[in-house]
């Protein structure tokens, strides 16, 4: 199932029809067993009627961020801190039973599929990072996924590990959609992650990973997000990036952002002037 929050309520989409339901967004996050509400409301739903459009999937939810779980993400984030002597923290990191967990958004900052993402002012290195998405609820039970587009930039994170939250955390720093899919099968190690970016109608980059080069599972990150923190009205976690463009990359405005991922759709944003 296919969940999407619009103006007027919460649509469903199953086996190629699209419901409007009765069911608050919110109520989702909140519930014991968020697909068997679903599965209840799309029983009571009724034909959505036509043209209507989806929000952000973000309401009261907060959303925070793994780093460094991939062995590509490790050597760019090494890559970055080269000359700050902060390769060293990453790679053990990576290694260390404890994963990298910060804060990303709020949901004041997320666009959603369509909308325009942003390049902070004072950053002259910024690249989108594509990252599978979970939708975990207030209990810490994953029940979702959707694509994550974790915006960040490079040259103020690679000057010191503690700018970190200002090279990720800014207004339309974080993409969030095209949808919600929920279910209790998980994507497998298989799933493809497939990253391609336009500049004037000529693509400038592209790349591909599989979830099975994602060093930490999903549930273990979600794990170590609750230890000694409560979400109230439940959260999204984003799982860090496997694909990393070459240091000589850069987003420019206009650039259109297209990030698939297999099972779930593509989220597309272009870069705001």
């Not at 790679?91 to 004041?108: D, G, I, N, Q």
């Not at 587009?149 to 700018?163: A, H, K, Q, T, V």
């Amino acid at each position: 199932m296919k969940l999407f929050r619009t103006s007027t309520g919460t649509c469903i989409e199953h086996q190629g029809q699209t419901l409007l339901s009765r069911l608050a967004w919110d109520d989702v996050f909140r519930a014991q067993d968020p697909v068997a509400l679903v599965r209840s409301a799309q029983a009571e739903a009724t034909p959505a009627p036509p043209g209507w459009q989806a929000l952000s999937l973000v309401s009261r939810q907060e959303v925070w961020a793994a780093g460094v779980t991939y062995y590509r993400s490790r050597d760019a984030r090494m890559e970055e801190a080269q000359h700050a002597a902060g390769g060293d923290f990453y790679a053990r990191v990576y290694a260390a039973e404890r994963p990298e967990l910060f804060f990303k958004s709020t949901a004041h900052r997320v666009v959603a599929d369509g909308e325009q993402v942003r390049l902070r002012a004072d950053s002259r290195w910024n690249v989108p990072e594509p990252e599978l998405t979970l939708a975990v609820s207030s209990a810490g039970r994953i029940f979702g996924y959707t694509v994550g587009n974790d915006m960040s930039s490079r040259d103020i994170e690679g000057e010191n590990p503690l700018y970190l939250p200002q090279a990720k955390v800014y207004d339309g720093s974080c993409a969030l959609g095209p949808c919600l899919v929920v279910g209790e099968q998980q994507p497998g190690p298989e799933t493809a992650i497939r990253l391609e970016i336009m500049r004037r109608g000529a693509r400038v980059f592209a790349g591909e990973t599989t979830l099975s080069q994602l060093k930490r599972q999903p549930a273990e990150l979600a794990a170590y997000l609750f230890r000694d923190q409560s979400f109230p009205d439940g959260v999204f976690l984003m799982t860090g990036t496997g694909i990393v463009p070459s240091a000589d990359f850069t987003l420019a405005a206009g650039d259109e952002i297209r990030i698939a991922i297999d099972g779930i759709g593509t989220l597309v944003n272009t870069v705001a002037s």
